[in-house]
């Protein structure tokens, strides 16, 4: 499986951002998508997902308003559209794919089993 996200780059606080990952090597449309970021010396961290059908979106308490996730299958890529952005939102910011076909909501880390490489957001004051 591979992901490769870009979209990301240098924004100025209050300003938006569309982060895209293009999925191969799996069939995209059965299987959950979710975003993750980790800032400078913390811990990775969920920002939001998307059910299988695209039916249902779960959202950090952080980013709930603010950011919102959607899924195309016909191209297999995920975006995360990013409004509003803070100081605080700076991060690397990865896709990753549920380890297990048609599954439930879930913001562990450990239930992804793909990662992308990372697109680096960052937001100025």
């Known amino acids: 499986v591979q992901l490769q996200a870009f979209g990301g780059g240098l924004v100025r606080a209050r300003g938006s951002l569309r982060l895209s990952c293009a999925v191969s090597g799996r069939t995209f449309s059965s299987y959950r998508m979710g975003w993750f970021r980790q800032a400078p010396g913390k811990e990775r961290e969920f920002v939001a997902a998307i059910s299988w059908n695209g039916g249902g979106a779960e959202y950090a308490e952080s980013v709930k308003g603010r950011f919102t996730i959607s899924r195309d299958d016909a191209k297999s890529t995920v975006y995360l559209h990013m409004n509003s952005l803070k100081p605080e939102d700076t991060a690397v910011y990865y896709c990753?794919?549920?380890?297990?076909?048609?599954?439930?909501?879930?913001?562990?880390?450990?239930?992804?089993?793909?990662w992308g490489q990372g697109t680096q957001v960052t937001v100025s004051s």
């Open positions: 990753a794919v549920h380890r297990r076909l048609f599954s439930g909501a879930s913001s562990y880390p450990g239930d992804y089993d793909s």
